[in-house]
């Protein structure tokens, strides 16, 4: 089967002719075809779709020298084979977000019947919880927007978009699609699940786990583990140890107590650097017209998205992360007294308001060398933002006032998504001054580059600082095992993966190094 490129047309009634003429073969020697990848190009003086199409031809080998045209690579998800180890009990997953919930469906459908533990509650019973914190700013430090069933995915706008060319993304799409998911995200180009969407997604994806032999300890934390001579032994948790001696450790990217306690073992942990930022806010209709122009009407291109990046004189990089069109901005702390903000969508994409992260590089050059700086850089400035917001409530700010360091008076055409309330402070106030620098460079780029940017009554609201974790939990780049054996690190809150597909794809890795060194037990 060969891959044919860049098949533009204006509907898919015209796939087939646009196949014919780039090939440049008759209809019967066309034996099959299917999209592979859809995507939209708006640059010229009408909307085209471009198509990525997989097709079976006669005579394949002779087209392969034309344009745009390639072998189909092979995306079947291949079997790993078991090692010989022994496994003293049932593996661990430690953590039910992105990695968690594709480590343990590897590792149940390869017949090893894993438990998991949960630290948050069942996704139902912590949309509960999370509904009230939003409401009334009651916050359960154990299930919230960072912990729980889902992970932090799971309030997101449910975006599967990566620049990752791994095999695996297949493999997690076609797994979301059998949970549930529209089988349109196998061939767009910027596919996107929608909160809503995504929690009954989890919930099929924890009851095949479960059907293949698998455990759920809900309202569950890793308390400690137990290592001889560098070797996991047994784990505590629910007043219990439990031998272990394979552990998946996918705790997402707020789980600094977690951390903190494989630290004391001895675990290798670095540094690493981060991003900290504000959700900008802007008319979902603004954004439309700025992206779209004379196609800001087009039912088939709105909502708009955009992604800009700036390096400041300083050297630091701005960047939009996470942004979400027809979305919401929305409390997302994990610890009293801490302020995180995070955005997300629903999966019709329909709120009024799109935002965005707009984030600066943070590296040592910030909060120094000292293990664990920049977590407490992190959690400081949270505090600070909780103390300017006031119980909960979002720092906010104009764009164009945080430009004049003047606090704002009153909203514009913008009015915040935010549903617990909000406090107009003096962005300039809480951040450093190496940041206020990036972030002001930044807004006045992205004004030039796309005009209304700050002045259409854009709204600042602080602190989004969750992007990514501040640390790495080393592991060898060989077997993903850490210093201490049975341990795997995963995902984005071990410090190698950012997003939903490759917190996914790295889940699924990890499971299968424990797969490839331990034998399958009699459990």
Same mark, same amino acid.
């Given at each position: 089967m060969i891959r044919l490129f860049q098949v533009k047309c204006a509907s898919e009634n015209e796939i087939e002719a646009q196949i014919l003429k780039k090939l440049r073969i008759r209809k019967e020697d066309l034996l099959q075809w299917h999209v592979h990848r859809k995507s939209v190009d708006a640059r010229h003086q009408k909307v085209l779709f471009s198509y990525v199409v997989d097709c079976k031809v006669k005579n394949e080998k002779k087209l392969l020298k034309l344009k745009d045209v390639s072998l189909t690579p092979d995306e079947t998800y291949h079997l790993v084979m078991s090692g010989e180890h022994a496994l003293s009990a049932r593996p661990i997953v430690v953590g039910f977000g992105p990695a968690g919930m594709f480590a343990a469906l590897i590792l149940a459908q @390869?017949? @090893?019947?894993?438990?998991?533990? &949960? /630290?948050?509650?069942?996704? #139902?019973v912590r949309k509960q919880k999370v509904e009230t914190f939003w409401e009334n700013g009651v916050l359960d430090e154990e299930c919230n927007v960072q912990f729980g069933e889902g992970g932090a995915g799971a309030f997101s706008d449910g975006k599967l978009t990566t620049r990752s060319k791994d095999a695996l993304c297949r493999k997690v799409l076609e797994e979301l699609v059998s949970f549930g998911a529209k089988p349109d995200i196998l061939m767009d180009q910027h596919p996107h699940i929608g909160t809503d969407a995504f929690l009954s997604i989890i919930k099929n994806c924890r009851k095949e786990i479960e059907r293949l032999g698998g455990t759920f300890y809900f309202d569950t934390k890793l308390e400690d583990i137990?290592? &001889?001579n560098g070797i996991l032994k047994q784990i505590y948790f629910n007043h219990q140890w439990m031998d272990c001696n394979a552990?998946?450790?996918a705790t997402g990217h707020s789980a600094s107590d977690t951390i903190l306690m494989l630290h004391k073992h001895g675990m290798h942990i670095e540094n690493k650097p981060f991003a900290v930022g504000v959700r900008i806010e802007h008319k979902q209709k603004y954004i439309n017209e700025a992206m779209l122009? &004379? @196609? $800001?009407? #087009?039912?088939?291109?709105?909502p708009a998205r955009y992604q800009l990046t +700036?390096?400041? *004189?300083? *050297?630091?990089?701005v960047y939009t992360f996470c942004m979400c069109p027809g979305g919401y901005v929305i409390p997302s702390s994990c610890q009293k007294e801490q302020l995180v903000v995070n955005g997300m969508s629903y999966a019709s994409r329909s709120g009024e308001n799109a935002n965005s992260a707009l984030l600066v590089q943070i590296n040592d050059s910030d909060y120094g060398n000292e293990l664990f700086a920049g977590l407490k850089y992190q959690e400081e400035l949270e505090r600070k933002a909780f103390l300017m917001g006031q119980d909960y409530k979002a720092c906010v700010q104009l764009a164009k006032d945080y430009l004049a360091h003047r606090v704002s008076k009153q909203f514009e055409s913008v009015l915040p998504t935010y549903s617990i309330g909000t406090t107009f402070c003096d962005l300039n106030d809480l951040f $450093?001054? &190496?940041v206020n620098l990036a972030l002001h460079e930044a807004l006045e780029h992205f004004e030039k580059k796309v005009p209304g940017f700050v002045s259409s009554g854009a709204i600042l609201s602080a602190v989004e600082s /969750? *992007? $990514?974790? $501040?640390? /790495?939990?080393? /592991?060898?780049k060989e077997? +993903?095992?850490s210093n201490i054996q049975g341990l795997y690190p995963s995902g984005e809150g071990s410090g190698y993966a950012g997003g939903i597909m490759t917190s996914a794809i790295d889940g699924i890795r990890s499971a299968e190094h424990l797969i490839e060194y331990f034998a399958k037990g009699d459990f």
């Amino acid at each position: 089967m060969i891959r044919l490129f860049q098949v533009k047309c204006a509907s898919e009634n015209e796939i087939e002719a646009q196949i014919l003429k780039k090939l440049r073969i008759r209809k019967e020697d066309l034996l099959q075809w299917h999209v592979h990848r859809k995507s939209v190009d708006a640059r010229h003086q009408k909307v085209l779709f471009s198509y990525v199409v997989d097709c079976k031809v006669k005579n394949e080998k002779k087209l392969l020298k034309l344009k745009d045209v390639s072998l189909t690579p092979d995306e079947t998800y291949h079997l790993v084979m078991s090692g010989e180890h022994a496994l003293s009990a049932r593996p661990i997953v430690v953590g039910f977000g992105p990695a968690g919930m594709f480590a343990a469906l590897i590792l149940a459908q @390869y017949g @090893y019947k894993p438990i998991v533990l &949960e /630290r948050g509650s069942n996704v #139902d019973v912590r949309k509960q919880k999370v509904e009230t914190f939003w409401e009334n700013g009651v916050l359960d430090e154990e299930c919230n927007v960072q912990f729980g069933e889902g992970g932090a995915g799971a309030f997101s706008d449910g975006k599967l978009t990566t620049r990752s060319k791994d095999a695996l993304c297949r493999k997690v799409l076609e797994e979301l699609v059998s949970f549930g998911a529209k089988p349109d995200i196998l061939m767009d180009q910027h596919p996107h699940i929608g909160t809503d969407a995504f929690l009954s997604i989890i919930k099929n994806c924890r009851k095949e786990i479960e059907r293949l032999g698998g455990t759920f300890y809900f309202d569950t934390k890793l308390e400690d583990i137990k290592v &001889e001579n560098g070797i996991l032994k047994q784990i505590y948790f629910n007043h219990q140890w439990m031998d272990c001696n394979a552990l998946i450790l996918a705790t997402g990217h707020s789980a600094s107590d977690t951390i903190l306690m494989l630290h004391k073992h001895g675990m290798h942990i670095e540094n690493k650097p981060f991003a900290v930022g504000v959700r900008i806010e802007h008319k979902q209709k603004y954004i439309n017209e700025a992206m779209l122009h &004379e @196609y $800001s009407q #087009d039912e088939r291109l709105i909502p708009a998205r955009y992604q800009l990046t +700036y390096t400041a *004189s300083n *050297s630091k990089g701005v960047y939009t992360f996470c942004m979400c069109p027809g979305g919401y901005v929305i409390p997302s702390s994990c610890q009293k007294e801490q302020l995180v903000v995070n955005g997300m969508s629903y999966a019709s994409r329909s709120g009024e308001n799109a935002n965005s992260a707009l984030l600066v590089q943070i590296n040592d050059s910030d909060y120094g060398n000292e293990l664990f700086a920049g977590l407490k850089y992190q959690e400081e400035l949270e505090r600070k933002a909780f103390l300017m917001g006031q119980d909960y409530k979002a720092c906010v700010q104009l764009a164009k006032d945080y430009l004049a360091h003047r606090v704002s008076k009153q909203f514009e055409s913008v009015l915040p998504t935010y549903s617990i309330g909000t406090t107009f402070c003096d962005l300039n106030d809480l951040f $450093s001054k &190496e940041v206020n620098l990036a972030l002001h460079e930044a807004l006045e780029h992205f004004e030039k580059k796309v005009p209304g940017f700050v002045s259409s009554g854009a709204i600042l609201s602080a602190v989004e600082s /969750r *992007s $990514s974790s $501040s640390v /790495r939990l080393v /592991r060898d780049k060989e077997n +993903y095992v850490s210093n201490i054996q049975g341990l795997y690190p995963s995902g984005e809150g071990s410090g190698y993966a950012g997003g939903i597909m490759t917190s996914a794809i790295d889940g699924i890795r990890s499971a299968e190094h424990l797969i490839e060194y331990f034998a399958k037990g009699d459990f």
